[in-house]
């Protein structure tokens, strides 16, 4: 994988972003914080939302919007994979529309940061700047990188199994979750999810090992 300063339409990236604050600040405290997150990242793919966010949430027929924007491909990124964590965001994104990427995550954090701000009677940025973007190059890259955001949550030891983490598209690629679903990857995961369960698990100690030598080295 190489940085690129150009986001290109048709391109994959890993996606990343931090807060702002103190290390260990963290922005998601409850699961309606999770949660407002998943349906941000859903909401805004549209290419022209049709309304506020916040009249969004109001609507009771949520689903029929999505459903139509989505028979459109009117969207600004296709999502492949994600895991929300409590101090960041791993996204992979394919860019559908010119600066599709920019303009969605510039949505997304811009949205959270408000909905965050208000909530908990701060001010001021949350994120640490401009979002990270890496360039996944090959299908094989894709898949590991999949591998690695699911795990994240184990080798942090919030939870035993990537599938207890609800806040993640683990459940989706192993099937577990079909509704309500936020990506896209039955082009790119040429595996049955069974197998992805199998090839998920089998990294789970060694990126946990890989953790505690990064961190005594970074001391």
Not at 64 to 82: C, D, G, T, W
Not at 149 to 171: A, F, G, M, Q, V
Not at 184 to 213: C, P, T, W
């Amino acid at each position: 994988m190489k940085n690129r300063a150009v986001l290109v339409d048709g391109g994959i990236y890993h996606v990343f972003t931090f807060t702002r604050s103190i290390s260990g600040f963290v922005i998601f405290r409850t699961d309606s914080d999770y949660e407002r997150m998943r349906s941000q990242l859903r909401y805004y793919r549209m290419v022209n939302p049709p309304m506020r966010f916040s009249h969004f949430l109001e609507i009771k027929d949520k689903e029929s919007i999505h459903q139509r924007f989505s028979e459109n491909k009117e969207h600004l990124v296709e999502i492949m994979a994600y895991c929300l964590m409590p101090t960041h965001i791993h996204l992979v994104l394919k860019q559908s529309k010119g600066a599709g990427i920019s303009r969605f995550m510039s949505k997304v954090l811009n949205s959270y940061t408000r909905y965050f701000n208000n909530k908990n009677k701060r001010r001021g940025p949350l994120w640490e700047g401009r979002f990270k973007s890496v360039m996944v190059e090959t299908d094989e890259q894709l898949l590991h990188l999949t591998r690695y955001l699911h795990l994240n949550p184990t080798t942090s030891r919030l939870i035993r199994s990537p599938e207890d983490w609800k806040y993640s598209s683990y459940r989706e690629f192993t099937e577990e979750v079909k509704e309500d679903s936020l990506c896209m990857n039955s082009e790119y995961l040429n595996m049955s999810s069974g197998d992805y369960r199998e090839f998920v698990m089998s990294r789970k100690e060694y990126q946990h090992e890989l953790a505690k030598i990064k961190h005594v080295c970074l001391g």
